[in-house]
């Protein structure tokens, strides 16, 4: 029987009572303590733990993880977010609903291949912090949508997307704009000579976040104030082909086709993954929004989306 200490009570006896939990290998009991002790990162990890791992005490603690999550305050949210997202992957009852709801834009990074699962845990790892962060990859795999989710998951008030290529005066105009405590996006970066020794400091000085998109490969090394900062490789379509379906349903419902994305048969998905996308996500895009354009029954798009293939650049077949 547990003692009824009251919520986050934290006590010599409940540390007490804890240590005898544990000793005796009660990991229910002893997880349930700590949570009740106001430790929920490790009640968190014991009844995770006890959950995955099957047994008579499963669906209890199933049931007591999904009720410390809940307890969390907005600020503590972020932290969990790529813990509950495997939950809700791998079937958590509730987890999937939660996770939408406390995370709406991280769904918008469309896929469950590593590449995409990689995006969104970076993105749920920085998104609370200050310092500066870079995106690079090739055109078309996603420098503004995962600059616009990051923004989204920090919970500032303002995104200031700046196109740096073109005029200095332009530039600087737009950085003049910029309002304290909110995000920039600084888009197609490494075309711009030395905006690292003069953009970041003064959006330091607004207490503006920077965020750097650069359309490279391989991106030179980056160090803003002697510190490396953090980046991430965006993974081109042809090597995460298996989010191909899901992108291409999702891009469907976008594109006001949600008819077509329900019934697209899989022969269709087939004849989409032999083509390189040489432009990545925002040519599938582009390819989709045209076949629903020039269709006017489902039937009619998925035959787009196969015919109109074979005028595309890159390989097919």
């Known amino acids: 029987m547990l003692r009824e200490w009251g919520p986050a009570c934290h006590t010599d006896p409940m540390d007490r009572e804890i240590r005898e939990s544990r000793r005796l290998g009660n990991r229910l009991r002893t997880a349930v303590l700590l949570k009740r002790a106001g430790r929920h990162a490790d009640a968190l990890d014991d009844f995770e733990d006890l959950w995955r791992a099957g047994g008579e ?28 997202e495997d939950l809700a992957r791998e079937g958590l009852e509730g987890a999937d609903s939660l996770w939408r709801a406390w995370f709406p834009a991280a769904s918008n990074i469309v896929g469950g291949s590593p590449g995409s699962l990689a995006l969104r845990r970076f993105l749920y790892e920085h998104a609370g912090g200050e310092q500066p962060v870079l995106l690079y990859g090739e055109v078309g795999t996603g420098h503004s949508l995962s600059a616009r989710t990051l923004h989204a998951l920090s919970g500032r008030e303002r995104l200031h997307e700046v196109y740096a290529p073109g005029s200095r005066r332009r530039l600087q105009g737009e950085l003049d704009e910029v309002t304290p405590g909110s995000t920039v996006y600084l888009s197609y970066a490494s075309e711009v000579e030395r905006w690292q020794d003069e953009i970041p400091p003064l959006l330091a000085a607004r207490g503006a976040r920077l965020v750097i998109g650069m359309n490279v490969v391989v991106p030179p090394p980056l160090s803003l104030d002697g510190e490396r900062v953090p980046a991430l490789e965006l993974v081109a379509l042809r090597e995460r082909l298996e989010d191909l379906p ?27 993954a032999r083509h390189d996308w040489p432009g990545n996500v925002r040519e599938l895009a582009n390819h989709v929004a045209r076949a629903v354009r020039r269709a006017s029954t489902p039937e009619e798009v998925a035959s787009h989306l196969v015919e109109d293939m074979y005028g595309l650049p890159g390989a097919v077949g």
């Open 246 to 272: 899901a992108l291409v349903r999702e891009l469907l419902c976008r594109a006001g086709a949600a008819e077509a994305a329900e019934t697209l048969p899989q022969r269709v998905l087939e004849d989409l």
């Open 57 to 84: 005490s499963a669906e209890a603690a199933g049931e007591h993880l999904l009720e410390t999550l809940l307890e969390l305050e907005p600020p503590q949210r972020l932290a969990q977010a790529a813990r509950l």
